[in-house]
């Protein structure tokens, strides 16, 4: 029995997405915290946490975008004939946001205001429409033969504008309880505070996504709560309130790493969730992974190369995370 790419491809593109969404996801949630922080000395500290390594996070966003054009050439080219808007606006928050980080260490007292709002309203953006495009895939893109039929402004739906808040929220709440892990003092008591609210925010996004997910989709819903699936699947809820339990229990005292592991966990899980409701389709609910795949050829010849640099990428992720690791200081420099 051959191997089957088409497969192993899936799995590359989900793991890829899945490291943008933790480790871009709370660079941008710090700066969508920025309004629940005045003093510039505290608004430094947040960000020299991440100044060591958040241009390297985007490497996972290129890595799974490069993998869905190389692997599944008709999903991308459906999915991005769809999601142009939101994915321009996305892009354009990120850019806003990477200019802010660093000209704001560099602007003037009576200008850095300016960057600072460029960087709250670039995270804002890049994280409102990066749930945008997760809703708006998940709700269906509309399909006739092997390209899209839909208009420029499917996306805005209620389902893909619900999913972009959901985003948000989880971004903000990865943000804030990678704060209390980094940071010490009134700004770490500070984001304790903080992380409670959205934990429970999360909680409540997760749930009507749960419900309304199944309830649009009969498909769904067969697959989720039909026997045996229902027992096999049961875990993954039960998971996901046992993460709530001890994020939330975390949060007392002077937590330090175990918030942020629960909110990671309640992250993996909900994206697994997304995976395991609309497998085996590529572009929901039409084309499946096997309908979208490049030749076989193809996907072998760039797997040989992926799985050439994957390692490497991996291991500078987490070299670069483990030399700087620990509190960072509030009198802590960038360069």
Not at 92 to 118: M, N, P, Q, S, T
Not at 159 to 165: N, S, V
């Amino acid at each position: 029995m051959g191997i089957d790419t088409s497969v192993i491809w899936a799995v590359i593109i989900y793991f890829a997405v899945f490291m943008y969404v933790v480790l871009d996801g709370f660079d941008l949630g710090i700066g969508m915290l920025f309004p629940f922080v005045k003093e510039k000395r505290d608004r430094d500290t947040m960000m020299n946490t991440v100044a060591p390594v958040w241009d390297g996070n985007e490497t996972w966003l290129v890595l799974g975008g490069e993998g869905l054009l190389a692997a599944f050439p008709v999903a991308y080219s459906i999915i991005l004939s769809g999601l142009y808007l939101p994915l321009i606006f996305m892009l354009i928050g990120l850019v806003f946001r990477g200019v802010a980080f660093e000209f704001r260490f560099k602007a003037k007292d009576h200008r850095r205001h300016l960057w600072d709002k460029a960087f709250i309203g670039g995270s804002v953006v890049a994280s409102f429409f990066q749930g945008v495009s997760l809703g708006a895939f998940l709700d269906g893109i509309t399909v006739s033969g092997r390209s899209y039929a839909g208009g420029p402004l499917d996306w805005i739906a209620p389902f893909p504008l619900l999913a972009g808040i959901g985003v948000m929220i989880a971004y903000t709440l990865l943000g804030s309880t990678w704060l209390v892990m980094k940071t010490e003092g009134e700004l770490h008591d500070r984001m304790i505070q903080v992380a409670k609210p959205f934990a429970l925010a999360l909680l409540g996004a997760v749930v009507v996504v749960s419900i309304w997910t199944p309830l649009r989709d009969a498909a769904v819903a067969e697959r989720w709560f039909s026997f045996p699936n229902i027992v096999f699947l049961m875990p993954v809820p039960l998971l996901v309130l046992l993460a709530i339990v001890v994020l939330l229990g975390s949060l007392k005292g002077k937590p330090h790493r175990l918030p942020f592991v629960a909110a990671l966990a309640l992250v993996f899980l909900g994206y697994t969730g997304m995976a395991i409701s609309i497998w085996p389709h590529i572009v929901p609910p039409f084309i499946t992974i096997w309908e979208a795949a490049s030749p076989p050829s193809s996907q072998g010849f760039a797997l040989v190369g992926t799985l050439f640099i994957l390692p490497i990428i991996l291991m500078y992720t987490v070299w670069s995370y483990w030399v700087f690791r620990g509190k960072v200081k509030a009198d802590a420099g960038y360069h």
